[in-house]
């Protein structure tokens, strides 16, 4: 009888026993189990929506091509959804210290090597729809699998772009969507830019106090606005500087103008054009030749036989060169024969050329091409954009905003009343037979060759 | 004393008058030796002044003769009439001819210097201003990452405030 109670407990204890075996085998179950599978549209999307929806707090590492090395860079990083930054930079020695916090509106960067605070533009642009669609139009997307990344399962899908320009893999966190580590590879010179983070913690309340700056006791606050926020077209902007703004004829595949503005800095005004694939970007910035000499470094080389300079700053590559009296510095990620060749199609000057020949071959006026390339079109955007116009019967400025990716081909099926998928068919179709009709073609950006 | 492009661009004019300390002559001739944009500056500089030292007297403006004829004329009331007709003010006051002829040549040259002066910072921080601004666009890509753009950025506003570049900045 005194046995009973004894036998009764070692059945409670085997009973618990046996719940907690079941308990982790369940969650050892749970973590070897393969993630189910998920499109890569989809996990870019989770990538894409994180920063909106998910706060956290982390140790991020850079490693960065920097002037034929790789640097590495290690940084606090603390995000408040939906905009809110904080970045204080931890190594190396000369970038320890530096802090910058930015609102969501403006930032502001601290540099206490000279204890000077600089307020200066937000570096957290919006997402906007329009970056999507290039996005999703212009790279080929593709599920790597899963990995682990510091303990926390994650997608990996690679974002290959259609035309010239750098290779991405991400590692996309399998509960938040935040990138957790990314690379991206230029195919000259293999990783130029990796990140990941080396420690992160979510969902913490951070005070927003805490993205807002203080300035520290003694700095000297200098505002670098440098360039003006209303964007402008092209031909708007020549109205403004009283100079002629020199538009690229063509640019690698997937290139679309997305906004133009004036640049002061001291006596220096410069116009800025820039074009995006969704993913990357080119800049051009013009200015009269005389208000800017030659940069003391950079590798003289010669675009269409105007004297140049190429620099090559690592991550970024910097082109300039002169032509009708203008100096011309493009910037980008692109491949340097890409870069140069682009450059060559502008500094040939061929733009009347050009217009003529859109103008006979695709059968409109040359008022209207002339119009189309005011608002920063390459020749053959125009010519897609006037193929399209008259295949599928939309007006100028919605085939225009279709082609610069401002309106998404389920959106224009919407509006035409037709099924995406028809409308995707004949897209294909009038792009196919716009590309024969262009006097220039993407295709004249050669790829970059292979060990280059 | 180690000078930067953009320093040595500022001191290029009083390099040229002989108005630098020992120490800052020295560290521009050696930034001269070393730096063909800021000799072909020199060069200009150079020219620039000499070529305004062979001016001729220039007419000095109106407003000048307001300032000038007014004591003038007091002086004449008390002076004998003689002295008045035969000399004109500026032979009689070869001071204020001077001074004339400095503003001048004041008002003319400052325009020239700072756009040479300009011209030079320009070409220092031009590569540093233009990658900022891409920079600052790339922060609209959606999947650039911001810390990376900072770094760069922040890079840039140092060289723009005159400071140099970081370590291994330039090739």
Known sequence: MMLQPVRARARVWQALALAVGLVLLAAGV???APLPPVS????????????RLIDYEGTKVITVLRNGRMETVTVAESHKRPNMLRLEYLSPEDVAGRLIVDNGTSAWHYE?????????????????????????RNYTLTALGTDEVIGRQAYVIALDPKGAGVHRQLWVDRATGTVLRS????????????????????????????????????????????????????ADLERRVRFPVLIPPVLPEGYTFRGGAVSHFGSLTSVYLRYSDGGNLISFFEAPAGSIGW?????????EAQPGRFIDLGYFRVLIWEQRGLRVT???????????????????????????????RAEIDPGTVRRLRGEGLTFPEITRTLVLAQVLGTDLPTTVRFVKGTLTLRGLAQQMGVRPEVLRQTVRDATARASTLSPVTPAAV??????? | MTLNHHKAGQLLSAYLDGELAAAETAAVQDHLMDCAACREAYEDLRVTKAALGQLPPAEPPAEFWAVVREPAWRERA?????????????????????????????????????????????????????VREHAFEMSTEPLTDRAYLGLVAGDADLVLVGEPPRAEGRR
Request: net charge positive; charged share 20%; proline share 9%.
């Open chain 1, 30 to 32: 749970n973590l070897a």
């Open chain 1, 40 to 51: 890569p549209e989809r996990v870019l999307g989770m990538a894409l929506e994180a920063p």
């Open chain 1, 112 to 136: 206490p090597r000279v204890n000077m605070a600089f307020e200066e533009p937000t570096l957290q642009g919006a997402l906007l729809s329009r970056d999507q669609t290039l996005l999703r």
């Open chain 1, 183 to 234: 690379e991206e590879r230029d195919p000259s010179r293999g990783v130029v830019l990796s990140t990941y983070f080396s420690r992160i913690s979510f969902s913490l309340n951070q005070p927003e106090a805490f993205f807002q700056f203080r300035m520290p006791a003694g700095a000297h606050a200098v505002t670098l606005r440098t360039t003006e926020a209303e964007s402008m077209s092209p």
């Open chain 1, 295 to 303: 940069p003391a470094f950079g590798r003289p080389v010669r675009v």
């Open chain 1, 330 to 360: 493009a910037v980008g990620t692109t491949p340097t024969e890409t870069l140069i060749t682009v450059a060559s199609q502008i500094a040939v000057g061929r733009e009347q050329a050009l217009v003529r020949a859109v103008s006979r």
């Open chain 1, 446 to 452: 050669p790829a970059p060759s292979p060990g280059r």
């Open chain 2, 78 to 130: 008390a002076a004998p009439a003689r002295w008045r007709w035969r000399l004109p003010v500026l032979v009689r006051r070869p001071a204020w001819a001077i001074a004339a002829v400095l503003a001048v040549l004041a008002l003319a040259a400052v325009p020239m210097i700072k756009g040479t002066v300009d011209r030079l910072h320009a070409t220092e921080i031009g590569v540093d201003l233009y």
